[in-house]
């Protein structure tokens, strides 16, 4: 199974701010399969970006993500107050199964 | 717009049984599969269970094999998990998640609101 481990488990920035979120991988993962979600309290996640760096559809162009092999960045350009909230990788491979990151918490410093 | 909202959580006694479901709208449901992803109190985002779109392929998360069923009907587009045997460590929010497109199936691309699932006498 690959493990995936975020960095740094909380990140306290203020708004306008550039984040910068870090997940690695256990072994090489193809860069098509790798995926971003944004989660806050009492509701479902949110894709943010998959195949390491295309953004979802109705994602804003302040949020991006990089990397390849077992390296992935997502960055956040600028936050927005609606932006703090906890962010998780996932590499989802040609098949199941499928596994996420610990999660890294952005808060309002 | 996509919609999919889950049901049938609730409390239930260790060694019990629930069965989940997830009503889908706003797409076309026989073509995508679907997924199961859980989030235990004070945790992370756990993935479950994934089925294909026409059923051929079902896959489970280590610590659920043998013990969930994860199905679906097109014609009523709903999602189901059967969870048998639970445990006090099964207690969490259970999300329904719809795939992506070609070659992304196992994305999860769009999610619910989630249902609680509390295991405890």
């Known amino acids: 199974e690959i493990v995936l481990t975020q960095s740094p488990g909380t990140l306290s920035l203020s708004p306008g701010e550039r984040a910068t979120l870090s997940c690695r991988t256990s072994q090489s993962v193809s860069s098509s399969y790798l995926a971003w979600y944004q989660h806050k309290p009492g509701q479902g996640p949110r894709l943010l970006i998959y195949g390491a760096s295309s953004r979802a559809t109705g994602i804003p162009d302040r949020f991006s993500g990089s990397g390849s092999g077992t390296d992935f960045t997502l960055t956040i350009s600028r936050l927005e107050p609606e932006d703090f909230a906890v962010y998780y990788c996932q590499q989802y491979g040609s098949s199941p199964p499928l596994t996420f990151g610990g999660g890294t918490k952005v808060e309002i410093k | 717009e996509v919609q999919l909202v889950e049901s049938g959580g609730g409390l239930v006694k260790p060694g019990g049984s629930l069965r989940l479901s997830c009503a889908a709208s706003g797409f076309t449901f026989s073509g995508y599969s679907m997924s199961w992803v859980r989030q235990a109190p004070g945790k992370g985002l756990e993935w479950v269970s994934s089925?294909?779109?026409?059923?051929?392929?079902?896959y489970y998360a280590d610590s659920v094999k043998g013990r969930f069923t994860i199905s679906r009907d097109n014609a009523k587009k709903s999602l189901f998990l059967q969870l048998n045997s639970l445990r006090a460590e099964d207690t969490a929010v259970y999300y329904c998640a719809r795939g992506g497109d070609a070659p992304d199936r196992w994305l999860q691309a769009y999610w619910g609101q989630g249902t609680l699932v509390t295991v405890s006498s």
């Open positions: 089925i294909s779109s026409s059923s051929s392929y079902m």
